[in-house]
């Protein structure tokens, strides 16, 4: 099996300048850090200071740390935030041993965290980042002080035969850019898509750019979320098109009962970007429920 890579150095060089014209938009992190692992080196970047459990976070497919800026400064008010980069995607992480399985997939991300030097954090997935999220706690459940899940692809709800096809329209020659400017309004929810956009910039960059070469995710058995005990939030998207939403949220709360789940009818998969304030304020919410409990013994 391959591994993920750019087309060309002169896609790379063109995806670099359009990455970091949008990473200049987030905070400064505090460090930036190459963590090496047996399938490649993982970007990790440190925002925000002081003694909370650390939150984690894992971006959508091609979304980089950048994805994160509607809420980057909020999570980082709160404590430390450490924002990965994902091996086998575009983005400064580098993939150098192929990526053949859910087990892969936990281990590169065990072997960050254990650099990180955090024996549990907040880990936090949206998208194709939430099934990573979801995946790890459910092979590592002692490394995830708590679960949070924005709209996860093939986490509660398989993807729809739409969306499989749509995707398909982005990889064939002569049409590729148009439909993948359709697909990006498409899966965002929204008619149009500013040009000067730092996260779908991004996004159609390293789809334009970088060929990814990893497994498709697969959904969790009944018996795997059975393992997983830690506190559970999941936002899941009415509107989204990677999934259905209503069927997501129904199977979330059947696979974990003592889950918050949160079904958001006017939502599409860009809820976290739509509705940054609310989602803002919800998660930050879970996780101060989470510590006071933990204080109060």
């Known amino acids: 099996m391959a591994v993920g890579q750019f087309v060309s150095q002169a896609a790379r060089a063109d995806y ?6 949008g990473f200049a938009v987030l905070p400064e992190p505090s ?10 080196t993982a970007r990790v970047y440190r925002f925000g200071e002081g003694q909370a459990t650390p939150m984690v976070l894992l ?9 994160w800026e509607p809420n980057l400064a909020a ?11 994902l091996i ?3 983005g400064r992480s580098e993939q150098t041993a192929p990526i053949t399985n859910a087990a892969d997939q936990a281990a590169w991300l065990t072997t960050v965290l254990d650099e990180l030097g955090h024996p549990g954090v907040h880990l ?3 998208s194709f980042g939430g099934w990573l999220a979801a995946n790890l706690a459910i092979r590592a459940p002692e490394r995830v002080a708590s679960l949070t899940l924005i709209d ?7 993807f729809p035969m739409q969306l499989l096809l749509r995707t398909a329209l982005t990889l064939v020659p002569g049409i590729r850019e148009r439909a993948r400017a359709s697909f990006l309004r498409w899966i965002g929810g929204t008619d149009t898509v500013a040009a000067d956009d730092p996260v779908a910039s991004v996004i159609n960059a390293g789809m334009r750019s970088y060929r990814i070469a990893l497994p498709t995710p697969t959904l969790f058995t009944a018996a795997q979320w059975g393992g997983v005990t830690m506190p559970v939030l999941a936002l899941i998207a009415g509107r989204s098109v990677i999934h259905d939403g209503a069927k997501a949220a129904e ?4 696979a974990l009962p003592r889950a918050r789940v949160e079904l958001w009818p006017s939502a599409s998969h860009s809820i976290a970007g739509e509705y940054p304030d609310a989602v803002n304020d919800t998660v930050l919410g879970f996780l101060g429920e989470i510590e006071r409990e933990e204080a109060a013994g």
């Open 16 to 21: 670099d300048t359009i990455y970091d014209r």
């Open 31 to 40: 460090e930036r850090r190459d963590v090496p692992t047996a399938f490649g």
């Open 59 to 67: 971006p959508g497919r091609a979304g980089t740390a950048v994805m």
């Open 75 to 85: 999570f980082a008010a709160r404590g430390p935030v450490y924002a990965v980069d």
């Open 88 to 90: 086998g995607e575009p």
């Open 124 to 126: 936090a997935g949206y």
């Open 152 to 158: 996860p692809v093939q986490t509660f709800a398989r």
């Open 251 to 254: 199977r979330a709360r059947v």
